[in-house]
C-alpha cells in the first residue's frame, strides 16, 4: 500500500539554523499537507499546498516558515532560523483529490537547542 | 472557528471491554470527520471517516462511530477491545466546502491490560 514517506526521522538543530524537512507524498496525490505536534499538545495544521501554490496557511505559517514542491516527487518545509519553541512532530499529509481523506507519514521530530 | 473536544485524556480497559471514545465538534457548516490511530512508535493512519450518508460508519479493526448531528458528536465505539488496541486516538474535522484543513482532538490515550 502505497505510504507518505518524511526524512529525516529526527533532527536537531541550533537556534538559528536553518532546516528542511522532506516529504514524499504519495504518487497521484495532488493536495499536500503541513502538520505539527508540540509535545503534549494537539496536532495543529500549518499549511496545504495544491497546484504549486499555498492554499491555506495558519498563523503559525509566519514568514520563517516556506514550503516547495521542487520537483515531482518531494515537498519540503523549510523554516529559515529556528527557535526553540520550533521543537515539535511535524507531518506531512498528502490527498489525491479535494476534501478527500488525507493521509500521514511518520513525522520528523525536530529538537531545536 | 471550528474545535474538536475529546473529553476523555487516557482511557485504562481491560481486554474485553467495550469502548467508547467521546469526540465533540464545533463547526458552522456542513462537517466531514475522522477518527485517527497513533499506535506506540508509528504514525497517525486512519480508523474510518464519516462525509455523508449512513450516519454509522464502520472502520478498521471492528472500530465504528456514530454521527449524531444534533448534537454535534462523532463518539468512536469498539464492542471488545484488545491489547494491540493501546494507542493514542484522534477525532479530526474538516469542512465540507471550501475548507480543507484537518482540526483535530486533543487525543485519547487508551490503555488495555491484558
Known amino acids: 500500500e502505497p505510504e507518505v514517506t518524511q526524512t529525516p526521522s529526527h533532527q536537531v538543530t541550533q537556534m538559528g539554523q536553518e532546516v528542511i524537512l522532506r516529504c514524499v507524498p504519495i504518487?497521484?496525490?495532488?493536495?499536500f499537507y503541513w502538520y505539527r505536534q508540540i509535545l503534549g499538545q494537539k496536532v495543529e495544521f500549518l499549511v496545504s499546498?495544491?497546484?504549486?501554490?499555498?492554499?491555506?496557511k495558519s498563523e503559525i505559517f509566519d514568514d520563517q516558515f516556506s514550503v516547495e514542491r521542487p520537483d515531482g516527487s518531494n515537498f519540503t518545509l523549510k523554516i529559515r532560523s529556528t527557535k526553540l519553541e520550533d521543537s515539535a512532530m511535524y507531518f506531512c499529509?498528502?490527498?489525491?483529490?479535494?476534501?478527500?481523506?488525507?493521509?500521514f507519514g511518520p513525522g520528523t521530530r525536530l529538537l531545536v537547542l | 472557528a471550528q474545535s474538536v473536544s475529546q473529553h476523555n485524556h487516557h482511557v485504562i480497559l481491560s481486554e474485553a471491554a467495550s469502548l467508547e471514545l467521546g469526540c465533540n465538534y464545533s463547526?458552522?457548516?456542513?462537517?466531514?470527520l475522522f477518527w485517527y490511530v497513533q499506535y506506540p512508535g508509528q504514525h497517525l493512519q486512519l480508523l474510518l471517516k464519516y462525509f455523508s450518508g449512513d450516519p454509522l460508519v464502520k472502520g478498521i479493526k471492528g472500530f465504528e462511530a456514530e454521527f449524531i448531528k444534533s448534537k454535534f458528536s462523532f463518539n468512536l465505539r469498539k464492542p471488545s477491545v484488545q491489547w494491540s488496541d493501546t494507542a493514542e486516538y484522534f477525532c479530526?474535522?474538516?469542512?465540507?466546502?471550501?475548507?480543507?484543513?484537518?482540526?483535530f482532538g486533543t487525543g485519547t490515550r487508551l490503555t488495555i491490560i491484558p
Open positions: 504518487s497521484n496525490h495532488l493536495y
Open positions: 463547526y458552522g457548516g456542513t462537517v466531514n
Open positions: 499529509a498528502s490527498s489525491e483529490r479535494w476534501q478527500e481523506t488525507q493521509y
Open positions: 499546498f495544491y497546484n504549486n501554490e499555498i492554499s491555506e
Open positions: 479530526a474535522v474538516n469542512g465540507n466546502f471550501g475548507n480543507e484543513k484537518l482540526t
